[in-house]
């Protein structure tokens, strides 16, 4: 089974410049931590939140872990 970890960094970026270089160069050595840890695929950035697109699925139910299945009318 596969999971996915997403880090929400909200407007930490923009808080990001105020930091102290040392305190900088510590964030990014501590996302490279998480990637380089055994069983952890790094992948591409997903995008900024307002370029998000929301998805609604009609007509299932909610199963364990999430899943989605077929479910009749009411």
Do not use: H
């Amino acid at each position: 089974m596969k999971y996915v970890m997403l880090i929400f960094r909200g407007t930490a970026l923009e808080g990001q410049a105020a930091l102290s270089e040392e305190e900088q160069k510590q964030i990014y050595a501590d996302y490279r931590a998480i990637n380089q840890t055994p069983g952890v695929t790094p992948g591409v950035p997903m995008g900024l939140p307002e370029n998000a697109t929301t998805v609604r699925v009609e007509g299932c139910t909610l199963g364990g872990l999430g899943t989605c299945t077929a479910s009749s009318p009411a």
